[in-house]
Every structure is written in structure tokens, then in C-alpha cells.
């Protein structure tokens, strides 16, 4: 069993829909959440950063973590055609990590 | 500030032989990281270094694989002989000292026929 697990999608939405993006891990000693948003042929960039358990808000962006069932989300409302890309959630059980373990990525489509 | 520069950006190559990436981390980061991303296995860390120091290489596949930073504007990560099943992109990315988020660079598509 890997340590996260991401349903790879894709995941295809009409413009304007709410997405939701979700993971899910086994180890326990995981506090810091991340969620990273990669576009085609380019690198991953960090697009959320939570630490523990909540939400945390980021204009149309909100990640949630739920750590009593080792379950973390990522919301997208308003959805674009530019947030079609593959997103990637990671953790780690330290902050300003170096051993970041990452999500397969989901890849998500937005239809205008 | 130029981000994370990465070279070759596309490398196609013959099994057997030797294959060099190069890459050049944000001026001022103490951290660098290398990845090996594929469809398989998702993003994988092989090595990072700190302060041009490796401290952890446990996600390097095999001999087969080095890395090296011999100042803290350079790495390289080296495959020698590469086989086709090291086809893949190979992501450098760096990070300061006090942070959490770590900058990718473009990526170099590695592919070993």
C-alpha cells in the first residue's frame, strides 16, 4: 500500500463547477499538508500549505485536512479553464520539509 | 530571479550510455532536490542536498545513478549505463533555509531507447 493515495482522474468539469480533489494516507505521523498544481510539460508549484487539521482558505482555493481519517481535500470554486492542470497533493511529517512524499496527481479538466 | 534552470530540457539517448543532467538552483537557496517523475511511480525524491552536501540519497534507484553538487550554483545527476526503463522526466528544485516551498525547475525529459 503506498503511503498516499490519489485517484489519478482525470477529472473532467464544466466551467464555473466546484471540483474537489481528495487524498488519502496511511501515515499517522504526517502533519503538513500540500497541495501542488502542475501544468503540462512544467515543473509542480506549491499551491496550498496547511499544517494539522482544518480548513485553510486561498481565494477560490480551499484545502481541508481531516486528520482523524487521514484525509485531505483541496475545493476549487468558480472553476476556470485555466485551472486545468494535474494537481498533487504531499506531506511530510516535519515543517519547511525536505522529505516530501507526493500523490500520484489527479488530472483535471475544465470545460469552458 | 530566473527560477530553476535545468539542462538538457529533452534528452534521447541509447541504452548503455552515460546521461548528464544539469541544473542551476534559485541564487541564495541552501537546499537542492532531485525527481524522477513517471506515470508509474508518480514523483519520486531521489536525492537532496544541503548546503552542497547530500544528506539523503535513499531514493536513488541504483549505482547506476550519481549526483554530485560541487558548489552551490551546480548540480548534476549522472546515469551510467542507462536503460530504458530510466525514461522519464527528471525535476531539479530548490529551497531556502527557512520555508516550505520547494521550486521546481522545468524538468528534462529523459528518454533511453
Known amino acids: 500500500q503506498k503511503e498516499v493515495e490519489q485517484d489519478p482522474g482525470p477529472l473532467s468539469v464544466p466551467e464555473g463547477a466546484i471540483v474537489s480533489l481528495n487524498c488519502t494516507y496511511s501515515?499517522?505521523?504526517?502533519?503538513?499538508f500540500m497541495w501542488y498544481r502542475q501544468y503540462s510539460r512544467k515543473g509542480p508549484e506549491l499551491l496550498m500549505y496547511?499544517?494539522?487539521?482544518g480548513n485553510k482558505e486561498d481565494g477560490r482555493f480551499t484545502a481541508q485536512v481531516d486528520k482523524s481519517s487521514k484525509y485531505i481535500s483541496l475545493f476549487i470554486r468558480d472553476s476556470q479553464p485555466s485551472d486545468s492542470a494535474t494537481y498533487l497533493c504531499?506531506?511530510?511529517?516535519?515543517?519547511?520539509?525536505?522529505?516530501?512524499?507526493f500523490g500520484s496527481g489527479t488530472r483535471l479538466s475544465i470545460r469552458p | 530571479d530566473a527560477g530553476v534552470i535545468q539542462s538538457p530540457r529533452h534528452e534521447v539517448t541509447e541504452m548503455g550510455q552515460e546521461v548528464t543532467l544539469r541544473c542551476k538552483p534559485i541564487?541564495?537557496?541552501?537546499?537542492l532536490f532531485w525527481y524522477r517523475q513517471t506515470m508509474m511511480r508518480g514523483l519520486e525524491l531521489l536525492i537532496y542536498?544541503?548546503?552542497?552536501?547530500?544528506?539523503?540519497d535513499s531514493g536513488m534507484p541504483e549505482d547506476r545513478f550519481s549526483a554530485k553538487m560541487p558548489n552551490a550554483s551546480f548540480s548534476t545527476l549522472k546515469i551510467q549505463p542507462s536503460e530504458p526503463r530510466d525514461s522519464a522526466v527528471y525535476f531539479c528544485?530548490?529551497?531556502?533555509?527557512?520555508?516550505?516551498?520547494?521550486?521546481f525547475g522545468p524538468g528534462t525529459r529523459l528518454l533511453v531507447l
Open positions: 541564487s541564495g537557496h541552501d537546499y
Open positions: 542536498f544541503n548546503n552542497n552536501v547530500p544528506i539523503d
Open positions: 504531499a506531506m511530510s511529517p516535519y515543517s519547511s520539509a525536505s522529505k516530501i512524499i
Open positions: 496547511t499544517y494539522s487539521s
Open positions: 501515515n499517522s505521523a504526517f502533519q503538513y
Open positions: 528544485a530548490s529551497r531556502p533555509s527557512l520555508g516550505e516551498t520547494q521550486y
